[in-house]
C-alpha cells in the first residue's frame, strides 16, 4: 500500500473532500457556452451600426450571464432553491396583483364611456411596473410563474413535511394571482403560454416518473380546471375574454398582417447583415419607416419574434451560438433529470436486509427530497419553454436586463445538480 492510499485509507473524509473538490461536473459546458455568449457581445459591439444604442444591450447581457454564474454558485441546495422560488414567485404574485386592479380600474372606465370591447385598448389596460411597457410586465409574469409553482410543488411532493398540505396551498396563492393577471392579458401568446406551461410541467413530471400516469393526469385536469375557473370569473366581470383567445378580432388579424411585413422587412436586414447582424438594440431603428416609402408600416418598436432579432442584431454566427446554448440547457437537464434517485433505490438494494432496514427511513426521507427537487426542476424547464413559446411572435426577453436575468436564474436552476 502507498503512502498516500494509507494516508486515505486512515482519513476517509479527507479523501471525500479532494474528490468532491475536483468534481469535473462542477463546472458544465454550459457555463462555458453562457460565458461564451457575453463574450460574443465584444466582436458585436464592435461591429454594430450605432455602438451608443449597444452599450445598454450588451450591459444586460453581460448582467444576465452574470446572475446565471451567482445562481449557480449560491443556490446549489434544495431549501435554497426553494427559498428563491418562494421570494421571486412571491413578488409576481404582487406585482400581478398590481395588474388586475389596474385591469379593473381601465376597464369600469372604458365600460362607463361606451366602449365594450376591450380588446383594441389591451395595451392600455395594464401598466403594473411604470416605465415598462405591457410585453415586458408579461414577460416577467411568464418569467415568475414557475418560481411560483415550485414554491407549492415542492411541499407538495415532499410528505415528510408538517403540515406539507396547508404550505402548499398558501404557496400556490401568487400562482392563482399571476394566473389572473396572465388571462387578462387579452394576448394569445401569452394565453397559450400559460396553457403550455401547465401541458409540460405536468407532461415533465410524467415522462421522468415522478408521479404517476394517473397522477400526472389528475394534475393536468386540476390545473386546466382552476384555469377555466379564472376564465369563467373573468369573463363574467369583464365579457369577451373567451372571444379575445379563441376568435380571431379584427384587431387581431391587423397584429398578426403587421408583425408578416415586420418579419419580412428583418429578413432584409439579414441579407445586407449577414454575419454579424446590426448589433445589440439596433433592430428597431432600422426598421423605421421612411416617407418616401410607397410601403409604409410606420414605427416598429420590436421585430415581433426573438429568433428574428437575434438574426438581426447578432447575425447568423450569434443565431448559432445562442441555438447551441438552448441545446445545452436541454442536454444539462436530461442529464440533472436521469442523477439522482434511481441511483440511490440501485444502491439501497444492494445492502443487505438488516443495513436496509435500519437506514429506510432516512433513505425514504432523502428520496422524497430528490424527487421533490426534480419536481420543482420540471416547472423551471417548463417555464422557459412557455417563454420561448410567447417569443416566437413576441421579442421581449432582451428589452430589459431583469428579464433577462430571470431567464438565465431559470435556465441555471434548470441545471442543477440534485445533491
Sequence with gaps: MTPASSLESQHPDRSNRRRVQYDPELILSLDWAALTLCILEIPLLAASNYRANSVPGTAGISIAVLVYFLVRCIFRTRVRVVWLACLLGTAGGCVAMLAVLQFSRASTRL??????????????LIHPVP?????????????????????????????????????AVVALLPTIVIVSGLCLSLSRAVFWSTVLFLIVTCSLMTAYRLVSVKAGSALLASSFAGLVVVLTVASAFYPGIFKAYLGRQVSQVRSTQGRTVIWSHSLELVRSHPFWGVGSSNAALFLLSSADEQDTTGFASRSFSLPVQILVEKGIIGFALYAAFLILVAREFHKSMKSGPAQSKLSSTREGPGSRASRKSAEDSRLESQIAGKATN???????????????????????????????ALVALVCRREQ
Design 111 to 124: 365600460q362607463e364611456i361606451g366602449f365594450v370591447k376591450l380588446l383594441p385598448f389591451r395595451s392600455r
Design 131 to 167: 416605465g415598462w411597457l405591457p410585453g415586458e410586465s408579461f414577460t416577467a409574469l411568464l418569467l415568475a410563474l414557475p418560481f411560483a409553482c415550485a414554491a407549492a410543488a415542492y411541499p407538495w411532493r415532499k410528505q415528510s413535511l408538517p403540515y406539507r398540505r396547508v404550505g
Design 378 to 408: 420540471c416547472g423551471f424547464a417548463a417555464g422557459i419553454i412557455a417563454v420561448l413559446f410567447r417569443e416566437l411572435m413576441y421579442s421581449s426577453l432582451f428589452e430589459h436586463t431583469l428579464t433577462l436575468s430571470l431567464f438565465m
